[in-house]
């Protein structure tokens, strides 16, 4: 058995068209940006609020500010596990209190990643509204999650798997389907 | 009763000579010693690939009863030899009350005799109550059938209560057992002084506290002209003392266990701190090893012993410094013997022998029955080739502690026969 | 998300870990510092747990450093010193621990005074059991905020000289510091008077030194060890006066070594004794970062053992 890359879904372009669009949701839903701050959920989804961040910027002129969420010790599957998952670092240098928090992730799929960050959050403070930002939204949802914001509505099966690739990680801007295929 | 043992390697220990013969016994007595016997309706052993070698005897023994019966008895320590293929053995008097006196000594022989396994020897006290401090009723325990003196366990710290006894000794012409240890430093030691007491983050027991003793003890003899047997020897300096005293033709003589010829002090490490590893003295080094098996091989050693120590497992399964010090060992002493000695290390059957039989019983001036026509059978019969696994949970001894517990060796006594009547067959203790 | 392998039950020493694991708790200690700077200084990580502290030994900073690591990571913690326990009514060790055992703990920390102890229990309990020092054997949680302490300020722990300065055959935390130090790829040298110098203790691969000046040479980190009042009346020193004179850490001392030399000591400090209160509040000296750091240390490791499902 094998992965094996299905098709493209977004290229570079397709990426940058879905933020930018999704910035400007983000103006409008919120009436401006001055009560905003970004929280990229580890790992791909900080590069995503630092993009967001920069056509905020465009867009409004002001600079809204980012952290970043490690959401692996809030994981509802640790005790499932045999190897635990390496804890990374939770930076988020400004206060919640009261602000509008922009959770970002790559790909929303069962809902769990997104109920740990928001556990998480909890823990910092006690924002205004949190709001979901994802740049895929793959269906099959576990959890009553949803997004507020959404890239592109992808419709997968179980068996597929969508990769989200980024310059600032993966050295390409790309997002593909890729499938278990037997060999 | 008829027993043929047929094709049979008989060792003369004595004399230090092997002979293949047939072997007939009839109602406990040797009829008869010939290159083919031939005899029927009796009950037939194939000797092939079995030795017998007569009064097997383990001077070192603690059979814990009366006092601490939860880890040992008569009983159970007699079936213990037997199983372990002795025919005769000595009790160390460190029981509770201590064989301080005739009545204890006379207590032994009593059960001894009821229990009817293995010949038991009794070893009275140097000191009364082996506190160290007075001489005890060494006559009257001679003259009880004590057949030497020790306060085991303990050393004799006082000089002057040593040469009193070695002096006193000498109107009986017993020897003086020595445990040869300066307490003061090994005070709350558990293991060997060294690199691997280092790493494991234990008290050492230097070599020192031994060797110490055990030159003082030679001087003393050299003084007095009694007879001194060292308890079980360790290291090399030891040794070296010990070598020179027999060059100057001092009266002593010594012995070592089977544990200190097979393990070093990396034992401890090995086995992370299992207790059944801790002795006293405690397992050296391996120069020390060699220089044990050396000093077997040039009979600077005189004579191998046990040791058994048997306890209870509530008394080791603890922390390595409050566990108590000992190796349940009548029932691994004869395979170990012939694994490493024999087979490792090539020393001929019959020397191993002889210093488990002639040479103990000569010692402390016991019986030693050798296998001659007309003469009572008392012997044990060991297969050579049968290798089986230690297993301690079988031993016939309460005492389960052994650190070689698991371990593959070769040689098993299969029959052992005291004074006649056999009393341990193809694993089983005939009955007490 | 990386998965790595934490393959061990138990955590019984530092003799045995591998550089990688060493890094690996390093990382985690460093993401769990984090934690600590919050106003809720909780996560529900190790929720459901239960956690047991047994101290044979009295401590009141590294069993109270646990008992907060557990804490916050939502663990529930029992801790027992045995001052207040059925240990006095005599009941083994074995017995105590198989009690607790039967009441369901997830994992044992224990002090004792007696070497091997936690190697002992961790054969016989299937829960977790890690080691809070063990008689004159291991101290692998103390040695591991240790060289986290170092890494905070040198972001290195290769390559140093670091000098242990003290009574070594007594200490626990040496012989885990003197692992620890050489797994990771520096060098260490012991110095002390010659009767508290154990046997052999070159086979770990350490220099040893006995005279102060000569040993604390160019070091990048002087460790200090504790002088127990106690081992004067075993004749293995003749005063505190003369230990002071011979081997106390002062300010004109630590002058020999590198400028940016730190200074540790495991604590308790004896002020005056083996170091000097200068020296102690110097700026050179971590002493308290220490501190700070060993729960963030415990935290980790706490994860790194209970975080995951049982290894069967």
Not at chain 2, 210 to 218: G, L, P
Not at chain 3, 8 to 16: A, S, V
Not at chain 3, 282 to 301: D, F, P
Request: with cysteine.
């Amino acid at each position: 058995m094998i992965y094996q890359e299905k098709a493209k879904i977004l290229d570079k372009e397709g990426i940058r068209r879905a933020l930018r669009r999704v910035a400007h949701e983000i103006i409008e839903r919120n009436k401006g940006i001055e009560n905003i701050v970004l929280v990229g959920i580890r790992r791909r989804g900080v590069p995503l609020a630092y993009r967001l961040q920069k056509y905020l910027k465009e867009i409004e002129g002001k600079e809204v500010p980012v952290g970043s969420l490690d959401i692996t010790l809030y994981r509802d599957d640790l005790n499932l596990r045999l190897d635990q998952p390496k804890v990374g670092k939770t930076e988020i240098d400004f206060s919640i209190e009261d602000k509008d928090v922009i959770l970002v992730d790559d790909v929303l799929y069962t809902g769990r990643t997104v109920r740990s960050a928001l556990d998480a959050l909890m823990d910092l403070g006690r924002p205004k509204t949190v709001q979901l930002v994802v740049l895929i939204d793959r269906g099959h949802r576990e959890l009553p999650i949803r997004a507020d914001y959404v890239g592109k509505n992808v419709p997968t099966s179980k068996k597929e798997l969508i990769e989200v690739r980024l310059e600032e990680i993966d050295g390409i801007d790309e997002v593909v389907i890729t499938e278990w295929r037997d060999e | 009763m008829r027993l043929l043992i047929r094709n049979v390697l008989i060792i003369d220990p004595e004399n230090e000579i092997e002979v293949k013969k047939d072997i007939l016994i009839e109602n406990g007595i040797i009829r008869g010693i010939s290159e083919r016997i031939n005899e029927k309706e009796c009950e037939t052993i194939e000797g092939e690939g079995k030795i017998i070698v007569p009064s097997l005897t383990d001077i070192h023994t603690h059979l814990r009863e009366p006092g601490f019966e939860w880890k040992e008895d008569l009983l159970s320590g007699s079936m213990s030899a037997v199983a372990g293929g002795f025919t005769s053995i000595a009790c160390m008097p460190n029981t509770l009350p201590p064989l301080d006196q005739r009545s204890s000594i006379e207590y032994i022989y009593k059960r001894s005799k009821e229990i009817g396994l293995v010949k038991i020897y009794p070893i009275g006290t140097i000191t009364k109550g082996r506190e160290g401090k007075e001489l005890a009723e060494i006559g009257e325990m001679f003259y009880a059938g004590a057949k030497g003196f020790s306060d085991d366990g303990n050393p004799v710290l006082n000089s002057e209560i040593l040469r009193c006894a070695l002096e006193y000794s000498k109107m009986f012409s017993v020897p003086i057992i020595d445990h040869c240890e300066d307490t003061y430093l090994t005070q709350d030691g558990s293991m060997n002084w060294g690199k691997t007491a280092t790493l494991l983050g234990l008290k050492g027991m230097p070599w020192v506290a031994e060797a110490s003793m055990v030159a003082r003890d030679i001087f003393l003899v050299q003084l007095t002209e009694g007879k001194l047997h060292i308890a079980h020897v360790s290291c090399w300096q030891s040794i070296e003392i010990i070598k020179w005293a027999k060059n100057n033709n001092i009266n002593v003589t010594c012995e070592v266990t089977p544990h200190h010829l097979v393990l070093t002090e990396e034992h401890v490490k090995e086995k992370d701190y299992d207790t059944n590893t801790k002795v006293n003295p405690p397992l050296r080094t391996k120069e020390d090893q060699e220089a044990l098996w050396k000093a077997l091989k040039d009979d600077i050693i005189d004579v191998i012993a046990s040791d058994h120590a048997p306890h209870h497992q509530d008394d080791k399964m603890k922390e390595y410094d409050l566990a108590e010090f000992g190796i349940s060992g009548l029932e691994t002493m004869i395979p170990l013997l012939i694994t490493f000695g024999y087979y490792y290390r090539k020393i001929p059957l019959s020397k191993i022998f002889k210093k488990i039989s002639y040479i103990p019983s000569k010692i402390l001036n016991i019986p030693f029955i050798p296998i001659k026509e007309n003469n009572l059978a008392n012997f044990t019969l060991i297969d050579i080739y049968e290798e089986r696994k230690v297993d301690s949970s079988k031993f016939y001894s309460k005492g389960k502690n052994t650190p070689f517990d698991g371990w593959k060796l070769k040689g098993w006594p299969i029959l052992t026969i005291v004074d006649g009547k056999i009393v341990f067959q193809d694993g089983m203790v005939k009955n007490a | 998300m990386k998965i790595v392998s934490w393959r061990h039950k138990d955590l019984l020493g530092i003799e045995g870990l591998t550089k990688e694991e060493i890094e690996l708790i390093i990382e985690t200690t460093s993401n769990m510092k984090e934690i600590l700077k919050r106003t809720i200084k909780k996560v529900p990580t190790l929720r459901g747990k239960t956690i047991c502290i047994l101290f044979y030994e009295p401590s009141t900073r590294t069993r109270s450093s646990f008992e907060l690591a557990a804490k916050y990571l939502s663990a529930d913690t029992i801790s027992i010193a045995t001052s207040v326990s059925s240990v006095q009514k005599g009941e083994s060790l074995l017995d105590t621990v198989k009690t607790l055992e039967a009441m369901g703990i997830d994992a044992l920390i224990i002090r004792h005074s007696s070497s091997g102890v936690a190697n002992f229990l961790a054969k016989k309990l299937s829960c977790s059991v890690i080691n809070a020092g063990d008689g004159m054997h291991e101290h692998p949680t103390q040695a591991l905020l240790d060289v986290y302490t170092v890494y905070e300020k040198k972001r290195r722990i290769d390559g140093m000289k670091i000098t242990i300065v003290g009574d070594i055959m007594h200490s626990r935390v040496a012989r885990s510091n003197i692992y620890v130090w050489k797994t990771v790829g520096s060098n260490v040298t012991v110095c002390g008077p010659s009767t508290l110098i154990p046997p052999g203790i070159e086979n770990l691969g350490v220099k040893v030194e006995y005279n102060i000046d000569k040993a604390l040479e160019d070091s990048d980190i002087i460790y200090v060890l504790r002088l127990q009042l106690e081992r004067q009346k075993k004749s293995l020193f003749p005063s505190l006066r003369e230990y002071h004179y011979l081997f106390g850490i002062t300010e004109d001392r630590v002058k020999k070594a590198k400028k940016d030399v730190l200074i540790m000591h495991p604590g308790p400090m004896n002020r005056g004794v083996e170091i000097s209160s200068e020296v102690a509040d110097s700026s050179q000296s971590v002493i308290n970062e220490q501190v700070t750091n060993g729960v963030a240390v415990r935290m980790a490791l706490l994860y790194l053992l209970l975080g995951g499902g049982k290894l069967e």
